[in-house]
């Protein structure tokens, strides 16, 4: 199996012909990042919520970096700017697992990832987000991966995220409810799809 800071940096090109850079983010890369999530809508952020937004957060993630554990990758513009941001999870969270072992889903520990994706307003319908679940689904493969989780799961009202996500082969395995908004816990199971 290989390490997992071998399969990166990756070139993707979007459908326009822009060329981005797929990469493990940096402990330098402390203010593009923080640029990037306060840059996002407020809509956005309330979809996307893995961590904190605040400077000193994204500071300590930077200084704590530990790919054994996390890969934390960022698209960038030739330019240096982040367009995108995606965790994998080389394991599951607790409250997830709680609430998959609850409806009985059989989660293999040792095979599941735990993903959560985002990406800037300005990018968005360009297929970006679709360009970088494909690496992060390849990636899961190559480390190993073959059931996948969305981190915290996928809010109801995103409706646009949960057709996103199920074009990809996710399932709702579940619902909750996190304070008044309501929730699905979808699973990929990578087995079930073909290579790309």
Same mark, same amino acid.
């Given at each position: 199996?290989?390490?997992?800071?071998?399969?990166?940096?990756?070139?993707? &090109?979007?459908?326009?012909?822009?060329?981005? &850079?797929?990469?493990?983010?940096?402990?330098?890369?402390?203010?593009?990042?923080?640029?990037?999530?306060? =840059?996002?809508?407020?809509?956005?952020?309330?979809?996307?919520?893995?961590?904190?937004?605040?400077?000193? &957060?994204?500071?300590?993630?930077?200084?704590?970096?530990?790919?054994?554990? &996390?890969?934390?990758?960022?698209? /960038?513009?030739?330019? =240096?700017?982040?367009?995108?941001? $995606?965790?994998?999870?080389?394991?599951?969270?607790?409250? @997830?697992?709680?609430?998959?072992?609850?409806?009985?889903?059989?989660?293999?520990? @040792?095979?599941? =990832?735990?993903?959560?994706? /985002?990406?800037?307003?300005?990018?968005? /319908?360009?297929?970006?987000?679709?360009?970088?679940?494909?690496?992060?689904?390849?990636?899961?493969? /190559?480390?190993? +991966?073959?059931?996948?989780?969305?981190?915290?799961?996928?809010? +109801?009202?995103?409706?646009?995220?949960?057709?996103?996500?199920?074009?990809?082969?996710?399932?709702?395995?579940?619902?909750?409810?996190?304070?008044?908004?309501?929730?699905?816990? $979808?699973?990929?199971?990578?087995?079930?799809?073909?290579?790309?």
């Amino acid at each position: 199996m290989p390490e997992p800071a071998t399969l990166f940096p990756r070139p993707i &090109t979007l459908p326009d012909g822009e060329v981005l &850079t797929i990469r493990l983010l940096q402990p330098t890369d402390a203010a593009t990042l923080y640029n990037y999530l306060s =840059g996002l809508s407020e809509q956005s952020k309330s979809y996307f919520g893995p961590h904190p937004f605040d400077e000193a &957060t994204v500071q300590l993630i930077c200084d704590t970096l530990d790919p054994t554990h &996390t890969l934390r990758l960022i698209a /960038s513009r030739q330019t =240096g700017d982040v367009v995108a941001y $995606m965790l994998l999870l080389l394991g599951v969270l607790p409250d @997830d697992l709680a609430r998959l072992q609850a409806v009985k889903y059989p989660i293999q520990l @040792d095979k599941a =990832g735990t993903v959560a994706p /985002s990406v800037a307003d300005a990018y968005q /319908s360009r297929k970006l987000g679709s360009l970088m679940l494909e690496h992060l689904l390849e990636t899961c493969r /190559s480390l190993g +991966k073959s059931q996948v989780v969305l981190w915290g799961g996928v809010q +109801k009202r995103n409706q646009k995220a949960v057709n996103f996500y199920t074009k990809f082969g996710f399932m709702p395995v579940g619902s909750f409810w996190r304070g008044d908004i309501d929730n699905y816990d $979808m699973v990929l199971t990578l087995d079930n799809l073909p290579l790309r």
